[in-house]
């Protein structure tokens, strides 16, 4: 998509002359989350964190998770009673490529001038020029996934073209993009090897919005999504987990991996039910063989990963 | 409904001991909008502003706007360029009764503990107790809409029950409910006369969210919603009216409830083609008629309303 | 809705400079359906024509057929082989009126400028002005049900507002409207006591959309409505009735009123079974009665109506 | 409707001669349930049963009933952990008037002629004629509510026109229906004076199906009926509750009723906030009064109760 | 999915102590079948039965079906007035992999204790042990399609992870899966060369259900589905063939794809319109000319299949 | 498909005794557009026509619009106020495969037999056979799409089976398929290389229809579609460009390909954020050198195409 010497974004145009005079250091988004209320609402973040204040899950976990499934997931957050953070019914542009990194967040709402005016006043104020997708995009690290709340929108929600998926593979290495809302370019995004969630396709370019907030709380679907969660994505949906999490649904998937592997050699041998093997073996002889593998399979996992 | 004795948030049920300390004074929500924000946003409102500083379209001017319709509504603001001011897709209470107020703004985002937690604690030191759906209706003024975004959530996105739903009515005075979620004891609710849009019934209380926003700008539909806007609700839809341009839709109303007076009276006499007529008479006499019979309407109309 | 000194339909408007040279005379529309066809298609017909050649069903059966139900009409079309008749899915503005009339039929299409150019050249030329939803309106007759395929346009696909409302009920003296798109000014609408049936309601009038064809064949839902067919509308949805088959449709009506009048009243005598009495009476002393109950039935039922 | 003289249901027609040698007493359904699973299925009913055995919730019962809303139902069955008993989504034939009455459940499916025509074989054996949605009609008592699975079908899921409402109507005393599938004869339907809740509404005849159960276990929505559960519609849905829970439900609606009335009483003095007073008073003065205001009132209404 | 230790079907849980006495052999199901009515109802099939007396398609058919369409079962069906025995809207697992195999049928409804304590207690009492979905999947043979009447179900509604679904196969022998309702671990499942139909995907284990019948009558869409039925699933969606039809339906397809072959042979060779040659020849010549092809393909076909 | 010696399409059955006697040259459709009719409304056409009049975008067009995707033609279409021209939701047969061609058009409506009987005749009388699905198959034209209105319709909406897809393949070389409607045959289909765009899939024959059109205007989505529009279709969905567009659009798409190169050369390299690059480079010699390489890059591109 080329648009050169033209400004698709119409609806972003605005007059200064009518804006009211900006006494106070003036905040570039009509929905702000200072750094300090983003610290204290993830207070629980065992990690590090980003210059820009985010949770920063540690590079090794996020390789870790790219092994996990939607299921893995779900079996830990269920016990914590975190039941709202899933989301699904995506198009997902490479099935069977996980996506796996930290969430930034961003948000977009209808455009209305009156309110818009006097954001992109500030922002000229404070960032020196207008406010709108690519400054968002500007923002991001490596290892993120941008996760976008466009409301759903088909026509004119289409957070990028196959240029800026191009360089959002770029600056996040291969992170990823969910957005409630659309891409276009399809063809061309399809070409390249970063994982993708959207709800639809257009041929607009984005239009009638105004963005609203970057890394502040979002809602995708029934999940309030926090700046800094690890974001997991497969084959069924995205999970976003809250870094508090993250270390035990990592080991918790270990176990269920030779759990797996052990049932599935099991049930290959043909000589039993499934109820006498899964979800846990029934006889104590069996039982005891399934320990016995679970936890020679655990040490060679470990022994593996430390001589990493 | 009756809640006696048992707490049906239990969702909401917090431990302070995990608690971070809170070195800052704590602003009791997830998402706040401070009040020089909310009125540098709302800069051109041309009226007064409530204690809370949300633009106050005056009395007499919402009570002109009884008589407005969507159509009316859609007309000025089309010609301002503000297209996504209107929500639709609703059920309406009382079909055939007006529903005009100012908007008090409530936002809802699925609950996530470590998220509420924090806020909950905040409000504590805050405002002294817990945040809920009611926290927000208690600070209802007369001449309120309260317009909740609820994400069009059912089950356990119901704002109000029949109790509270009298309550609101007491509280603005009959001046309204938006919801994008739903409500419950419908039976109980239908027989109090006041205005409600809502996108669906559940018997179920409010629950598995949290309450993240007052007064600050939602997104209903596609609509950004601000503190203050008019709400004009018909048999069609909601409007949202921007302060800014109440005055001329209410002035450009008067002539098209003439206008419309007129164009039936002149298709009743059945001499003429629709085109002869509407939406401008084609013939330099009839449009004479037409004039003199607006001007003389108009003047009738202003010394009515003077005559108050 | 006042249109006053301001041109709504923006995209209807064109430059005739870019026009090729019609050299022939020029048909008003993009689709014809010259009367020859209109008399050949519907060559069944038992009935006189309207002066431009529809089926002119009498006023009597008009009359008639406002006692009609969806399901008698369903009794015969269904005998008949007809299983394509019926529409559904529609707001019903008045219910419990029944809908009774002949079609007068209109369709749009998309705009796209380089045909609706032309098109509206052809107009110029033929009938000196342009073609929009009133060039249709204009021309509807007493009897007539104005029948509208505007492709579930909903945003734009307004057919009428109240003003047009007003009229329409005024030159078909009460027919009725079936529009597959939209109408505005609901609340205005809902005060005259004339039939009608829209998929849904909005507040933009009529737009970017082309009149493309007036009393041609439309497809209404799973209908290929005919101009002059009987269009029975009720509670359920809207029929639409070849000229051919009114007269035994009615006649069967009669029976079917007698035979439900007979067996409700048998009913209330509480001493039988559903199966003893309907659909038709098991017992042989049962089934004379009720024949001899029609029969008397239908004397008085044709003797009154002769009276009249 | 009238169908004398001609077969609506064609499908339902079979040869005897294909049919193989029933050497057993013959059921005449596909599915059964027979009497004393029915017991043991509904081994907590408190109550007597009906000659067929469905548990009889008391009639004085039923007519206290007529005061419920489904969140008085919720609330007791949710405490019981009964979460699947509600069902919505229905159009409500007369909004305002509650529905209260015992199960008796019905099954189709679609049919299939091998299946059917040993069906109606067997029927034949059993009871002396062929199966369809009149055997178990006439079948009703008064009291019940027609509760039946047409698995949502449409277009000949029409479980009855108007003259077998009337009868449902007699038969019942007013009972009701529930429908997962359709009605005919809106118009007809919508003049008598009892509670009904169906999916949709076609002109068809029921056909292309097969009865297949009475008074079995049946799935409506998310709900699994039982035969002689207490059904309650009111303008939201329906509510099935099992025969151990209605005094409990009965009871604890006494006092919600009464917990309503003051809350409201409270609220309308307007001297107090909504959490002042609900979901409980929060000062212990108020709490004081309110529970003698219930004490009071329970004992008025027990005594209004005894002295009927 | 791992579930070693913890017990996710919670609401399976009962106390046996209310439980009424229970006094005769108990069945295990809430709905059951027995296998006389099993092979009353199916007194059609011409072929051997299971041990549990469904229909048994012979293994040399199932094979040759590898090569049917839904388009040549719908030919012999639609002939017979076998209408309702297609079901699609699924997600297809491996597109372009035909399914093929004997129906083996499982029934869920949503659980409701007061029912499932029962039949789990009837349930110890005949089987030992408790129901659920792998009391049905221990019992699959070779050959068998499990297919499972979930109700659409979407969370809590996955009848299968990646472990069972790795059993299914193995018991099946690549048999394959129809549900409506759900899966989990699609990742995992998709590795698995199984064919398999669902219609959608959630990461929660089954749970809020009952299991409510084995190998009786169950509705998949608008399919009444016997045990025994061949199940032919191909790109589009899924037959149910009664046994008595495959034989004709086997060889009808022989001459169809001998039809085609010849057909878009011809078309190839570019000198015909298609009406000349499709759907039947319109030359004598022509015609004569396949009719010679198709008894030459058809002996070839019979001798190779002979020949095997 | 094979349907020798049956007639599929009953409902097309027609007796001609009862037929009026036809005075006039009839035409063999319902709805007509003349030639003169095709010419005056596409009089913008730049290019030759073909023989039956519709525009010809030349061979080498259709080659070059190869490379072109959705976003390309809506740049061009927007510019000229064309919003109506795309068309998407379909199952796309081969993502990644783009279709070109020439629009021929072909409408169907719901089949009544009092029109369908006069169109029959009239066909009969002036092609001498009857009209469906195969009379506009057999007049495509290479280079052409073959573009069917079937109102959305599944079950009988199915325009072509393999062979007659293998057929349109043959005829079109390639060109590919549009239909608001369904295909049959699925697996069959799948393996023809060529371009199809479909609603749904179903094993049903075409039926219950009549064919009312060929060439004429019909509407796709929300597309008023031409003959001889410029039909481009890639993984989004369809354009159908107006031919005195081409040109424009694929000069413009070639600018943007090299533009695209450029941008996604730079973010390779890394040191760039996007907004100093995308849309347009933010310092001058930036934009200088994009400048030098799209002038560059257009030479060689020109010279390459020359050079063919």
């Given at each position: 998509m080329k648009l050169i010497g033209r400004i698709p974004f119409l609806n972003w145009f605005f007059f200064f002359s009518a804006l009211p005079l900006l006494t106070r250091p003036a905040s570039p988004q009509l929905i702000t989350f200072p750094k300090q209320e983003l610290i204290d609402y993830t207070a629980q973040n065992p990690f590090d964190r980003l210059p820009d204040r985010r949770p920063k899950v540690p590079e090794a976990m996020i390789e870790r998770a790219r092994d996990l499934s939607s299921?893995?997931?779900?079996?830990?957050?269920?016990?914590?009673?975190?039941?709202?953070?899933?989301?699904?019914?995506?198009?997902v542009l490479h099935a069977g490529k996980t996506m796996v990194g930290r969430a930034f967040t961003v948000q977009f709402m209808p455009v209305r001038e009156d309110v818009n005016k006097v954001a992109q006043a500030k922002a000229k104020q404070s960032i020196g020029k207008r406010l709108f997708n690519q400054t968002a995009i500007d923002m991001l690290q490596p290892g993120d996934v941008l996760v976008v709340d466009l409301f759903g929108k088909k026509v004119g929600g289409t957070i990028v073209g196959d240029n800026l998926f191009f360089f959002v593979n770029q600056a996040t290495k291969g992170g990823g993009l969910v957005v409630d809302g659309s891409v276009r370019d399809l063809d061309g995004i399809s070409e390249i090897d970063m994982p993708a969630y959207f709800r639809s396709v257009d041929p607009t370019p984005i239009g009638n919005v105004m963005l609203t907030g970057i890394n502040i709380p979002i809602r995708i679907g029934n999940v309030?999504?926090?700046?800094?969660?690890?974001?997991?994505?497969?084959?069924?949906?995205?999970?976003?987990v809250p870094p508090?999490?993250?270390?035990?649904?990592?080991?918790?998937?270990?176990?269920?991996?030779?759990?797996?592997?052990?049932?599935?050699?099991?049930?290959?041998?043909?000589?039993?039910?499934s109820t006498e093997i899964y979800g846990s073996p029934s006889e104590p002889k069996l039982k005891q063989e399934y320990e016995e593998y679970l936890k020679k399979r655990l040490d060679e996992i470990?022994?593996?990963?430390?001589g990493k």
């Open positions: 299921e893995e997931v779900w079996e830990v957050l269920e016990e914590k009673g975190y039941n709202n953070q899933y989301a699904d019914g995506f198009q309030t999504v926090m700046p800094g969660d690890l974001v997991v994505g497969d084959r069924e949906g995205v999970y976003f508090q999490f993250v270390q035990e649904v990592l080991d918790r998937a270990d176990e269920t991996h030779i759990h797996d592997e052990w049932t599935k050699k099991k049930f290959a041998e043909g000589k039993y039910k470990h022994k593996q990963r430390n």
